[in-house]
């Protein structure tokens, strides 16, 4: 069973502050998905990585997927108080007949 | 091009009772797939359906079960409720490995 680990799993910031958030698994996978939810919707796909090394650019936040395609992090540039949510990690477990798992989430607080 | 729709937003019910809550997918994606959500244990895999078979299945007792319809919509059901089946309910539909949810039943056992 593949698992995908987050950190941190809490982060309170200052608006303007830069921050990164890790997605970590000892397993490959072929893609890794990066999801953004508020309270009492739905997650919201922001971003799938592919190659291995692989980094893609959403205005202030950055996605890297690392070399091996076992981690993946998420940096944001000067927080803005609409960053505020719950990020997600999620990747397709083949072993699992290919169901998507998912991190636990780091919950993001930024603060004005 | 219209997102994932499910139905009711809210819900409401007593202990021993039973739910059905509904996912229309986005046209086109077979695939539909249901996750459990609660503050303690994140995002849970329920379980997948495609072009109405279920393809996957998470480690959820046989009280929660579901099917697909030839359009693709998909329900899910839980009989006799618990306290502990409160949680946000997501439905997911996709076409390849990207997932797209909609905003989910928020159901309340009381």
């Known amino acids: 069973t593949q698992l995908l680990e987050q950190s941190p799993q809490f982060l309170s910031i200052q608006e303007g502050e830069n921050l990164t958030v890790y997605c970590n698994s000892s397993?490959?996978?072929?893609?890794l998905q990066w999801y953004r939810q508020e309270p009492g919707e739905g997650p919201v796909l922001l971003v799938t990585?592919?190659?291995?090394?692989e980094v893609k650019k959403l205005k202030r936040l950055t996605f890297q997927f690392g070399d091996a395609r076992k981690d993946s992090s998420l940096h944001i540039t000067a927080a803005q108080t609409g960053d505020t949510g719950l990020y997600l990690c999620?990747?397709?477990?083949?072993?699992?007949?290919?169901?998507?798992?998912f991190g636990q989430g780091t919950e993001l607080s930024v603060k004005p | 091009k219209a997102g994932v729709t499910q139905t009711p937003r809210y819900l409401i019910k007593t202990r021993g009772q039973q739910v059905t809550l509904s996912c229309s997918p986005i046209?086109?994606?077979?695939?539909v797939s249901w996750y459990q959500q609660t503050p303690g244990q994140g995002l849970q895999f329920l379980f997948e359906?495609?072009?109405?078979?279920?393809?996957n299945k998470g480690n959820f007792p046989g009280r929660f079960s579901g099917r697909q319809f030839s359009n693709s919509r998909s329900e899910m059901n839980v009989s006799t409720l618990e306290l502990g089946d409160s949680a946000l309910y997501l439905c997911?539909?996709?076409?390849?490995?990207?997932?797209?949810f909609g905003q989910g039943t928020r159901l309340t056992v009381v």
């Open positions: 997911a539909s996709s076409r390849g490995t990207e997932a797209f």
């Open positions: 397993s490959v996978f072929s893609s």
């Open positions: 990585v592919v190659t291995g090394g």
């Open positions: 999620a990747g397709t477990d083949y072993n699992q007949g290919g169901k998507l798992i």
């Open positions: 046209s086109g994606h077979r695939s």
């Open positions: 359906y495609f072009s109405e078979t279920q393809r």
